[in-house]
C-alpha cells in the first residue's frame, strides 16, 4: 500500500508571511501528487497538483514541489491571507483512477 | 450548478439499521469513488469504480456495498449500522480519458449513527 506522512499538523502564521507543508511518501510507483483545501463543513477542494514528471509547479500563489529521490513533496503559499485558513491535505496515488491516499491534513491559520 | 450531487446532505440512522447513499456526477467523468472522513481517520479510500465496474476495494467490511446502476451514479449501501460508522462520506469522480488524474469531490453526506 501506500502511506503519506504529512506535516506539521498545524502552523500559524502572520498575515502576509509564507506557509510551508511538507510531505513524504513510501511507494515509489506514486505518480501523483494532489493537494487539496478544506474548510469547515465543506469538501476537499483541489487547488494545485504535480506529476512524477515535474519538480516544481506554480499557481496563484502556490507552489507545490516535488523529490522523488527523498519522496517527499511539499506547498508552498506565498504571501498568506485569511482567506487561506483553512484544512489541507496532501495526497499521492499512483495515476489515473487510482485511489489517493491522504495525509492527516495541516490546519493553517493566518493571523492578520 | 453543483456538478456532483450527493444526498442526503445530513443523516440520522439507529444502530443495526441499513441506508443508501446516493451520488451522481455531471462531469462525464468514467470512474467514481467513496471516501470517508472522521475525526479518528481523516479522508480514507474505500472504492473505486470505472465504467461500473469495480476498480479496488479498501474496505475490509462487507456491510458496505457500492452500487452502480448508471455510468454517472455510485451509490453506498450500509447495512447493520454501527455507530463507528458515523462519518462524512463524500463522493469523487475522475476522468480517465486525456490522461486525466484530477479528482473531484462531492459536498458530503454527514451521517450519524446512534
Known amino acids: 500500500g501506500e502511506q503519506v506522512e504529512q506535516l506539521p499538523s498545524i502552523l500559524r502564521v502572520q498575515e502576509g508571511s509564507s506557509a510551508s507543508i511538507n510531505c513524504t511518501y513510501e511507494?515509489?510507483?506514486?505518480?501523483?501528487f494532489p493537494w487539496y483545501k478544506q474548510e469547515p463543513g465543506e469538501n476537499p477542494k483541489l487547488i494545485i497538483d504535480?506529476?512524477?514528471?515535474?519538480e516544481r509547479k506554480q499557481t496563484q500563489g502556490l507552489i507545490v514541489l516535488l523529490d522523488k529521490k527523498a519522496k517527499r513533496f511539499s506547498l508552498h503559499i506565498t504571501d498568506t491571507q485569511p482567506g487561506d485558513s483553512a484544512m489541507y491535505f496532501c495526497a499521492a496515488s499512483r495515476g489515473s483512477n487510482a485511489k489517493l491516499t491522504f495525509g492527516k491534513g495541516t490546519k493553517l491559520s493566518v493571523k492578520s | 450548478d453543483p456538478k456532483i450531487i450527493q444526498k442526503p446532505k445530513y443523516l440520522v440512522a439507529v444502530t443495526g439499521s441499513e441506508k443508501i447513499l446516493i451520488c451522481e456526477q455531471y462531469l462525464g467523468h468514467n470512474a467514481m469513488y467513496w471516501y470517508r472522513q472522521s475525526a479518528k481517520k481523516p479522508l480514507e479510500f474505500m472504492f473505486s469504480y470505472s465504467y461500473q465496474k469495480l476498480m479496488d476495494n479498501q474496505t475490509a467490511s462487507s456491510r458496505f456495498q457500492p452500487q452502480s446502476s448508471k455510468k454517472n451514479h455510485l451509490d453506498l449501501q450500509i447495512t447493520a449500522l454501527k455507530p463507528d460508522d458515523s462519518a462524512t462520506y463524500f463522493c469523487?469522480?475522475?476522468?480517465?480519458?486525456?490522461?486525466?488524474?484530477?479528482?473531484?469531490f462531492g459536498p458530503g453526506t454527514r451521517l450519524t449513527v446512534l
Open positions: 469523487a469522480s475522475s476522468q480517465e480519458r486525456l490522461g486525466g488524474y484530477e479528482q473531484y
Open positions: 511507494n515509489s510507483a506514486s505518480n501523483y
Open positions: 504535480i506529476r512524477s514528471n515535474m
